[in-house]
């Protein structure tokens, strides 16, 4: 089944007979009843299928984990309360009966970098980095650490890097180790990393499924192999997500193929358009001709489909610079997510990145001029017209002028 049928159907209209929801509704108890002792038995031993307490199942939440393991292919779904308590429910998974190190890209988001060196480093997991697109590296460090997994994101955080997540695969399979991939700015319209041979996906819901900026959320998917474990896992740490939020971010999915589609043709001719501008020094951009994993691109990513994140950095530019053009924008959103139908920038040295030291930023390629966008789905021509008269460009006058609309209004 097509991965657009597959968004709006799976998971829904899970009860036969009379006056079943057309979609999945939200189901707020806490604990369910049954009408023997018996058959409550079996639902806690999973000998019968059912529920019993939100910790372990929710029917609103089980209809959301369905439909990601059909988006992703995978065998089950896990969704926690936040991107990073999916990272961590996976990583903590694969790592339960293997040693406990880890190989890392060295291009990730910030808060996982602190999630492995601050919390899971003093339980006594070691990580080590290593530039994920070097796949002759990766194969050195695998072999030398001999590590218990492999983290890597399909498309890197803040950079837009891209590794050879099939290669990898091979390389992890042949240690004894899992690889987790975070698929968030990829999504699984552009790339299944299962399929690819990874063992673990993650997905900060938060971003593209859910897609409106309404919901937080995570998601861990696996294969046959290690679904049962994590879910185990999930029951005893409790990381759930509330149906509330499952239910958002399940009746955000049902459209992400087509917000996706549109945000990566905006992504794509706005990267055109910001690498002729005469202020920016450089684009960082799947799509684009000079990415340094062009190779990579072509073989993993859909043509035409190159992801709805970009990053540029401006020309002779510091934190004051950057901070002043940010501040005269006035559609573009100043916030810290990204995924959303509106388009948002942000500053990885001040947010994503922050506890990075700067010198370990700089190492890995995030200077004090780098911005980094999230494209939505608003008309291109106005994304343009404003980054242009923030940059200080002659294009302000191109922008709407809606009744009520202030700069002020978006921020």
């Not at 990730?108 to 060196?117: C, S, V």
């Not at 509106?342 to 390629?365: E, V």
Request: hydrophobic share 40%.
């Amino acid at each position: 089944m097509n991965i657009y049928t597959k968004a709006v159907h799976a998971g829904d209209r899970k009860k036969p007979g009379a006056h079943v929801p057309v979609t999945t509704p939200i189901y707020a108890a806490s604990s369910f009843f049954y009408e023997s002792m018996d058959q409550l038995d079996r639902v806690f031993g999973e000998e019968a299928e059912g529920f019993c307490y939100a910790r372990y199942d929710n029917p609103t939440n089980a209809a959301l984990e369905e439909l990601v393991s059909a988006l992703e292919g995978g065998r089950g779904s896990i969704a926690c309360a936040s991107g990073m308590a999916a990272i961590q429910l996976a990583v903590t998974g694969a790592l339960m009966d293997r040693p406990k190190r880890v190989v890392a890209a060295n291009a990730l988001y910030g808060a996982t970098i602190k999630l492995l060196n601050n919390v899971l480093e003093p339980f006594g997991v070691e990580t080590t980095y290593v530039d994920i697109c070097d796949s002759d590296r990766v194969a050195r460090t695998i072999a030398e650490r001999k590590p218990g997994c492999v983290i890597m994101e399909t498309i890197s955080n803040p950079l837009l890097r891209v590794g050879e997540i099939d290669r990898i695969a091979d390389m992890t399979k042949s240690a004894g180790a899992a690889l987790i991939v975070d698929n968030t700015f990829a999504t699984p319209l552009l790339m299944r990393p299962l399929e690819l041979g990874a063992d673990i996906v993650v997905h900060s819901a938060t971003k593209y499924l859910s897609g409106h900026g309404d919901a937080l959320g995570g998601i861990v998917t696996a294969g046959e192999e290690h679904y049962a474990p994590i879910k185990q896992l999930a029951k005893t740490y409790g990381p759930v997500l509330g149906p509330f939020e499952s239910y958002l971010t399940m009746r955000g999915i049902k459209t992400f193929p087509l917000r996706m589609e549109r945000q990566c043709a905006n992504a794509r001719r706005l990267a055109e358009w910001l690498a002729s501008h005469p202020r920016v020094l450089r684009v960082h951009y799947p799509g684009h001709p000079s990415h340094p994993d062009r190779a990579a691109v072509a073989r993993l990513l859909p043509k035409g489909l190159y992801g709805a994140m970009l990053s540029f950095e401006l020309k002779d530019a510091g934190r004051d610079e950057i901070f002043a053009f940010m501040d005269r924008l006035r559609l573009v959103v100043r916030a810290t997510s990204l995924g959303d139908v509106h388009t948002m920038i942000l500053y990885p040295a001040m947010s994503s990145h922050r506890d990075l030291a700067p010198k370990q930023r700089r190492q890995i390629g995030i200077s004090d001029s780098l911005v980094r966008v999230s494209v939505g789905i608003e008309a291109i021509e106005d994304i343009i017209a404003d980054l242009d008269q923030a940059l200080g460009g002659a294009a302000e006058s191109a922008l709407p002028q809606m009744a009520g609309f202030r700069s002020d209004d978006v921020t």
